[in-house]
């Protein structure tokens, strides 16, 4: 399905567009789609449409339910893709409602946070397909990237089913090794000194900003409260929407993880503070055992997945073409030593005498010369 026209925005706490109690056309309970929603119900609300997380990306068009692509059981199955001509920006969204009504004279509603992403406001226009697995992705290039576990092992971070720092650590070490197997100039940062959150978010930044690079990558692991149930991996950006979309969802895919998408966010130090585009990752919540369980079965598909949107697939590394085998070298000659020795050689082994070599004059009277 492609369409075009103009657009608005729909769903959370501050539509007000909808009514409290209103509903979603095929999405009849959270545990549906988990990551599309907030993790308890507004106050004073009670229908799904005003407890979607408008920071998720998501959408709403008139599907046509008796299309097979497009029934309400496929349309949780796929993702579409949202285009601004305006922007040129675009990105992946999550099929969430039916609407918006014709006499609107527009084609999608979609959530503000995908709004703002796309750099656009409403009655701008969109392009939209579906399902956007039909679409080639672009690649990611990135020829030298920053990558740092948050906290520092003297400042602990969250600590729960697993250890945010040093489960940070593993991940930042691993990706950095796929990362130069790429041939990226990845470089690595753990903090091991700071004892104090403020000394740990400038050391951390100041060592980014030492560096030659195209981009900065900060790896954290995320915590609510302790929980059997999945809670699911996210992407922290300012301005690097696309990244962390396509971020998000590979470590998603790559682990099992519910995805709970990219997050605007303009508070955090690290995102603001850096001076080239950077994002953070949210791997997965400590404090889940879910999550913790899918993390450590999948620890080397989630690593790859990350060097992947960053630095392509591994096969897609160009090798320098093989140069003409060497000429064999010749073994060097070894020179010759001649030695002469008059008189008795004792030879020992091992520090003990096994023998004589040559005649010995102990004991023996000297000739006489004749006169």
């Known amino acids: 399905m492609q369409t075009s026209g103009k657009v608005s925005w729909f769903g959370g706490p ?20 988990p990551h599309l929603f907030l993790e308890s119900q507004p106050p004073g609300t009670t229908g799904l449409a005003r407890r979607l997380d408008p920071e998720m990306f998501f959408i709403a068009c008139r599907w046509d339910y008796d299309q097979p692509d497009t029934s309400k059981t496929e349309l949780l199955k796929h993702m579409a893709k949202v285009r601004s001509p305006k922007t040129g920006k675009e990105f992946l969204c999550y099929p969430a409602d039916w609407g918006p009504n014709a006499n609107t004279g527009r084609v999608a509603d979609i959530s503000k946070g995908l709004m703002e992403a796309l750099g656009i406001t409403t009655d701008d226009t969109v392009e939209v ?15 030298s990237i920053v990558i740092s576990s948050g906290h520092s092992t003297k400042c602990q971070g969250a600590i729960g089913v697993l250890n945010e720092v040093a489960e940070a650590t593993r991940v930042v070490d691993e990706v950095t090794r796929r990362l130069r197997d ?6 690595s940062f753990h903090d091991t000194v700071s004892t104090s959150s403020n000394e740990n978010l400038n050391r951390i930044v100041n060592f980014h900003n030492s560096k030659q690079r195209d981009l900065d990558v900060s790896v954290h692991f995320n915590a609510h409260h302790t929980t059997d149930d999945p809670m699911g991996c996210e992407v922290l950006y300012v301005s690097q929407a696309d990244l962390a979309d396509r971020m998000s969802a590979a470590i998603a895919e790559s682990g099992g993880f519910k995805d709970r998408g990219p997050k605007k966010r303009t508070d ?3 995102l603001n503070s850096t001076e080239e585009p950077s994002i953070l990752l949210e791997v997965c919540f400590v404090d889940s ?11 080397e598909a989630i690593c790859e997945s990350i060097a992947t949107v960053l630095g392509g697939a591994a096969t897609d590394v160009e090798q320098p073409e093989p140069g003409p085998e060497p000429e064999p070298v010749p073994p060097a000659e070894l020179p010759r030593v001649d030695i002469t020795v008059t008189g008795e050689v004792l030879i020992y082994v091992n520090g003990e005498q096994v023998g004589t070599k040559g005649r010995s004059t102990r004991g023996r009277k000297p000739r006489r010369r004749s006169s």
């Open 289 to 299: 055992t879910h999550d913790a369980d899918l993390y450590e079965e999948q620890f």
């Open 268 to 270: 955090l130090f690290f």
């Open 129 to 143: 397909t579906y399902p956007a697995a039909e679409q080639e992705e672009r690649p990611m290039t990135y020829e």
């Open 14 to 33: 501050d539509d007000t567009g909808v009514s409290p109690s209103e509903g979603l056309a095929f999405i009849y309970d959270v545990d549906m789609a």
């Open 182 to 187: 790429r041939g990226v100039n990845a470089i």
